[in-house]
């Protein structure tokens, strides 16, 4: 589905990700834990077209897209769900939904427009009824739902989310996280880069973790979440029997 | 049971993608938690971001048995002992063992690998697994040990228990899998034989037999012996331990477990990568182990690869079984000879037992080459002058036209040679001045 391959993007003279390489298969939550700063919004950003990596190739089912404008990778079908949800916050839901789907419009028929809202609020009942209400009037969990709802609408097979669960309380976490569940049981494939590492890797086929711009491990979500090194810097276990621990032998 | 694998059938493309982010990520690592490797690429200029291909990959330094055993103990673990959840050394056949050490991941990954090869020989959890590699320090018995767990069979673990022992189980708890040394599988055999116990009064089906370089006489030898169907499989503890690669129905070469190490095959003196097909020098880097990454690391093992695709389906490449260790080959005049070759020819000659020893000796500057071979159950009376001549002048001429040498055959008495009692033999004596 998604390969990147040796990707260096950054922001002027700072080199953000430094060839870093990953892949997707179709079908698979494949997930990006790692520390702030690491660059996991920038290799997100980097895929989706907002940002012009420097070097490296993203190839998306076959194409190669690595320096394509942002509309041209939705159209191949990856969509990004952006850090802090970034919804039209004084329009209302259902305008938020149909902005989603502007690049898919004229495609189109009117029925299949409607069914894709349906499919939506399928999703998130809670979107059907606030309908009418403006984004920016929407509780924390229900704009992140709004800002995924909004992605589907571009009929995406692949959907990358950037950090879905950040500032939302732990109740609310969960049903967005049951959300990607039922996305990847509807035959999406996702990508997410999350704060959240011990609960994403529960969900997750595979993981990456990464550090300062490069990629240090990978696996299936198992096998991360009983690797010592993660456990230690994402799980919050072992602090205290590391602080003394001193140098490595 | 567990699923067949699908990185077994991987798309090439597909894997080429993973094993260039598995290795990212390992000299990442290797880069942040092990001096060696931090500080010979510090001392090359070498930077890591660079490496952005496999063909790349010829850029970074060999590692060498020499210095893993500078590093001992613990000098090349990447992870805190407290990490470490075993231990495991090499036999030290040629000199200061390796320690290695594996975290909890690596053991459950070393599990799945030889699950994997278990599934090729067509071992299920119908079956009852007697293994009987040495358990001692060494890391056969314990690999397959939790392999054969994994795919849910019944483990045995007979470890180096004598052959009466061995046999006894066998037949009393119904083995129907044997896992060993070629040359214990052997010794088993002719236990067999003098005990005249027929094969066939035991349940055993497959063998899986790895650590020493056996030909494919051997090969027949054991399956004539055991009635069994006889697979190869490679592996280093250095590396893993056994789980490197292995051998599938086709039995014609060994895959590669190329979603967990690279292959190359490069060239003894110009140390360079060799195309398909020709024969060099095993080299291999591991890619998803964390408590010992290798990085290419030169096994002084000789194979090739095998070109083409394998019927079995299996899309991981396969290198030819190996033909012997470079610690192992003897230069006899300027030829090189592997033990291997000379096993060969000694068993294409009726009458041979299969056990042998070779001395390697020099006399006013010329090489010379002693066999010592034992002649075979069914051939008793070391006393019949005339035949036991005419038998080793039939192997001697036999010999010499193998391997283009001059040697010299001598029949010892029987169980004079030394067995296998489930750990590697050493078949070569060289009393030449070093």
Redesign the interface.
């Known amino acids: 589905m998604l390969?990147v391959?040796?990707l260096e993007a950054g922001y002027g003279d700072l080199r953000v990700l430094?060839?870093?390489?990953?892949?997707v298969?179709p079908g698979e939550i494949v997930a990006i834990i790692g520390a702030n700063g690491a660059g996991k919004s920038t290799l997100l950003n980097s895929i989706a077209g907002l940002i012009r990596p420097s070097g490296?190739s993203v190839t998306l089912k076959g194409a190669d897209v690595t320096r394509a404008r942002p509309e041209r990778i939705l159209g191949r079908g990856c969509s990004l769900v952006p850090e802090g949800r970034k919804l039209f916050a004084p329009m209302t839901v259902s305008e938020n939904l149909e902005l989603g789907g502007y690049l898919v419009r004229k495609r189109l028929g009117k029925r299949e427009a409607e069914a894709d809202f349906a499919s939506v609020y399928e999703l998130f009942p809670r979107l059907r009824e606030r309908e009418r209400q403006l984004a920016g009037t929407l509780s924390g969990g229900e704009q992140q739902m709004l800002a995924i709802g909004r992605s589907l609408m571009s009929r995406p097979e692949l959907i990358m989310l950037d950090e879905p669960s950040m500032g939302l309380a732990p109740l609310v976490i969960k049903g967005i996280f049951s959300a990607i569940l039922a996305l990847s049981s509807r035959g999406k494939t996702i990508l997410v880069v999350e704060q959240n590492a011990k609960a994403i890797l529960k969900i997750a086929s595979r993981g990456?973790v990464m550090?300062t711009g490069?990629?240090?491990?990978?696996?299936t979500g198992a096998?991360l979440l009983?690797?010592?090194?993660v456990q230690r810097a994402y799980l919050g276990k072992e602090y205290a029997s590391i602080a003394d621990?001193g140098e490595?032998? | 049971m567990t699923q067949a694998d699908p990185y077994e059938r991987i798309d090439r493309e597909?894997l080429e993608?993973?094993q260039?982010?598995?290795l990212?990520?390992t000299l990442?690592?290797a880069c942040?938690?092990v001096a060696f490797y931090r500080e010979s690429f510090e001392r090359l200029g070498i930077r890591i971001?660079?490496i952005?291909s496999l063909a790349d990959l010829a850029e970074l330094p060999f590692t060498t048995k020499e210095d893993l055993r500078e590093s001992y103990p613990?000098g090349m673990?990447a992870?805190?002992?407290?990490?470490i959840v075993r231990i495991h050394s090499t036999s030290g056949t040629t000199g200061k063992p390796v320690v290695v050490g594996y975290?909890?991941?690596d053991i459950?990954?070393w599990a799945s690998l030889i699950a994997r090869i278990l599934r090729a020989s067509d071992v299920t959890d119908q079956d009852l697994v007697q293994v009987a590699f040495n358990y001692n320090l060494s890391s056969a018995g314990l690999g397959f040990h939790y392999g054969a767990e994994k795919i849910g069979a019944s483990v045995v673990p007979s470890s180096g228990e004598n052959v009466g022992r061995q046999v006894t189980v066998m037949r009393d708890y119904k083995t129907t899998v044997l896992i060993g040394t070629p040359s214990y599988a052997l010794h088993i055999s002719s236990y067999l034989r003098e005990r005249r116990i027929h094969p066939e009064e035991l349940r055993l089906r497959v063998g899986l037999f790895g650590a020493e370089s056996w030909s494919e006489a051997m090969r027949d030898e054991i399956e004539r012996g055991l009635h069994i169907k006889a697979f190869d499989n490679y592996g280093l503890t250095e590396l893993i331990g056994p789980g490197v690669s292995f051998e599938c129905s086709e039995r014609n070469g060994l895959h590669v477990n190329e979603d967990h190490f690279i292959m190359e095959v490069i060239d003894r003196e110009t140390l360079k990568p060799l195309p398909p097909g020709e024969e060099g020098e095993l080299v291999f880097t591991t890619i998803?182990k964390?408590g010992f990454p290798l990085i290419r690391y030169r096994t002084g093992d000789i194979s090739g690869i095998v070109p083409g695709k394998c019927p079995c389906g299996r899309t991981l490449a396969r290198m030819r079984r190996v033909s012997g260790r470079i610690d192992d080959m003897i230069i006899v005049d300027g030829v090189n000879i592997f033990p291997s070759q000379i096993e060969d020819a000694l068993l294409k000659v009726e009458g041979i037992a299969p056990h042998y020893r070779i001395i390697v000796d020099r006399k006013d500057d010329v090489d010379s080459v002693e066999i010592q071979t034992e002649v075979g159950e069914d051939f008793p009376f070391l006393d019949e002058a005339a035949k036991v001549a005419n038998l080793r002048s039939r192997l001697q001429a036999h010999i010499d036209e193998t391997l283009g040498i001059r040697t010299r055959v001598t029949f010892v008495e029987r169980k004079t040679i030394e067995r296998s009692e489930g750990s590697k033999l050493r078949r070569v004596i060289d009393r030449r001045p070093k």
């Open positions: 390969r391959r040796n430094k060839g870093l390489s990953l892949h298969f490296g990456y550090e490069s990629l240090v491990l990978e696996g096998e009983a690797n010592r090194d621990e490595r032998i | 597909d993608q993973i260039v982010e598995r990212q990520a990442n690592r942040q938690n971001e660079k952005k613990y673990f992870v805190p002992l407290k990490d975290t909890a991941n459950a990954l998803t964390q």
